[in-house]
């Protein structure tokens, strides 16, 4: 019954921008930090931005830091990547991950289905 739901993806143009949206369920969402991940062809899995689970605290990676930012709804157990000024090396498929470790460093993770992004002209 979990569910994650990736949605926004598509094609724009270099320097534009674009917000992926993923939608949560079957889960306790509030509870879990929410991670941004991204495949691009021929290349290995990168993490792009987490968010704990207040929101308070985000990071990100540097090849997308003060270009991407992460949000989260917990009334809506929603979280969301707002990607702006978009660049060619951007281009992957984007994929949302739900993050849980207690204290005892048991370790619970919870994968959507990936959305495209391709940024070209």
């Known amino acids: 019954q979990v569910q994650l739901v990736e949605s926004g993806g598509g094609l724009v143009q270099p320097g534009g921008s674009l917000r992926l949206s993923c939608a949560a369920s079957?889960?306790?969402?509030?509870?879990?930090?929410m991670r941004w991940f991204r495949q691009a062809p021929r290349k290995e899995r990168e993490l792009v931005a987490t968010i704990i689970s207040t929101g308070v605290i985000t990071t990100y990676a540097d090849s997308v830091k003060g270009r991407f930012t992460i949000s989260r709804d917990n009334a809506k157990s929603t979280v969301y990547l707002q990607m702006n000024s978009l660049k060619p090396e951007d281009t992957a498929v984007y994929y949302c991950?739900?993050?849980?470790?207690?204290?005892?460093?048991?370790?619970?993770?919870?994968w959507g289905q990936g959305t495209q992004v391709t940024v070209s002209s």
């Open positions: 991950n739900a993050h849980y470790k207690s204290y005892f460093g048991r370790a619970t993770d919870y």
């Open positions: 079957g889960f306790a969402f509030s509870s879990y930090a």
